[in-house]
């Protein structure tokens, strides 16, 4: 069965694509894999299968196969709903209730902006897979990375580098997904500082000052989530240097192995406390020309001191910083607390 729907779905047949991926969904014929059954879903939803989108809201509502985004799944039960799908419209109802007006807003632009797409042979209307493992729609963002939050009001922090051509940015975090508002940011030192609505965990900064060479730090962000997953992951690591590529002040050297993903989430110290941003790793074409080996794990962070300079010329998010702590904490403790406060930042 599944070899024949894949040569329907495989020529644009919208029905064929939606049976095809609740195969995947349920392991019927193939090996189970939600991944492979969203791609399937968007094939079909993205022609206006009512039964595609239902079921492709309900895995952005829960985060199967693919990343939790409640305003996605909230354009693709509206667009299901409008169809008349009686159990679409059901669901439409449930999502009202967990969605801000903000978020309720951004699916309903979302969905009035579609426009179904013609399957042909060779259909491959959902297009490329993205870093976060889904398909370059609308939906799907150019890449990922990490970010914190820095009050619990909503103000977060993340790289400059991230932010600065999106068009939309969203971050999910311990508490759902929302859409982000970039604020200001600092391209010299690569820091943007972003704001959602909503209350949330949010981790100390403290000042640069007594750092020292040698010093257990950690971050907690979202690795090439296309392969590893969107679940946070702990990269733990030293102080390696107290300045970055030739001396540059501005910058740790730090041994915690970091990925594509990383970027812009929190450094943190024995206490919890910020003091640091990671921002990349050395360029391995670089190490290669200057040294003829290649660089490994030399990775860096930008100092907290250069964020809170960042941050003098806001002293409404200033006065709402919770105050750095002042005794070290048991290590699960301090990854507890940068896990809740990290966020995934998507950037379209």
Same mark, same amino acid.
């Given at each position: 069965a599944v070899k024949w729907y894949r040569r329907a779905a495989d020529q644009g047949l919208a029905e064929a694509q939606f049976i095809l991926g609740v195969m995947y969904a349920l392991g019927r014929g193939v090996a189970q894999d939600d991944a492979e059954a969203v791609k399937w879903y968007r094939r079909a939803a993205d022609q206006g299968d009512a039964e595609a989108q239902r079921? !492709?809201?309900?895995? %952005? %509502? !829960? #985060?199967?196969? &693919? &990343?939790?985004?409640? &305003? #996605?799944? %909230?354009k693709w039960i509206l667009l299901a709903g409008a169809q008349g799908d009686e159990a679409a419209r059901r669901m439409i109802r449930v999502l009202e209730q967990d969605l801000l007006p903000s978020q309720r807003a951004e699916g309903q632009r979302l969905a009035r902006a579609f426009v179904p797409r013609k399957g042909g042979a060779g259909s491959t209307a959902a297009g490329p897979e993205s870093l976060d493992g889904t398909s370059s729609t609308a939906l799907a963002p150019k890449f990922t990375g990490s970010g914190f939050f820095i009050t619990e009001d909503g103000y977060l922090i993340t790289n400059e580098h991230l932010v600065s051509d999106a068009s939309r940015v969203a971050v999910v975090t311990s508490r759902g997904n929302f859409a982000a508002k970039v604020i200001k940011v600092d391209a010299a030192n690569d820091i943007a500082l972003l704001k959602v609505e909503g209350r949330f965990p949010a981790l100390a900064v403290a000042p640069r000052r007594g750092v020292k060479l040698g010093a257990t730090v950690a971050t907690v962000g979202f690795p090439n989530v296309g392969l590893q997953g969107f679940a946070p992951k702990l990269s733990k690591g030293e102080i390696a240097s107290l300045t970055g590529v030739l001396d540059d002040a501005r910058h740790f050297q730090i041994s915690n192995p970091v990925q594509p993903g990383n970027s812009g989430g929190a450094l943190v110290d024995e206490r919890g406390n910020v003091i640091g941003i990671v921002v990349g790793k050395l360029s391995q074409r670089m190490a290669l020309a200057t040294s003829g080996q290649l660089a490994e794990n030399v990775n860096y962070a930008v100092k907290s001191s250069f964020l809170l300079s960042f941050l003098e010329a806001l002293p409404a998010v200033v006065s709402t910083l919770p105050e750095p702590a002042t005794r070290a904490l048991a290590f699960e403790e301090v990854v507890r607390r940068a896990r809740e406060a990290a966020v995934l930042v998507l950037v379209y």
């Open positions: 079921a !492709l809201a309900r895995c %952005y %509502y !829960l #985060g199967t196969g &693919v &990343v939790k985004d409640e &305003v #996605g799944a %909230y």
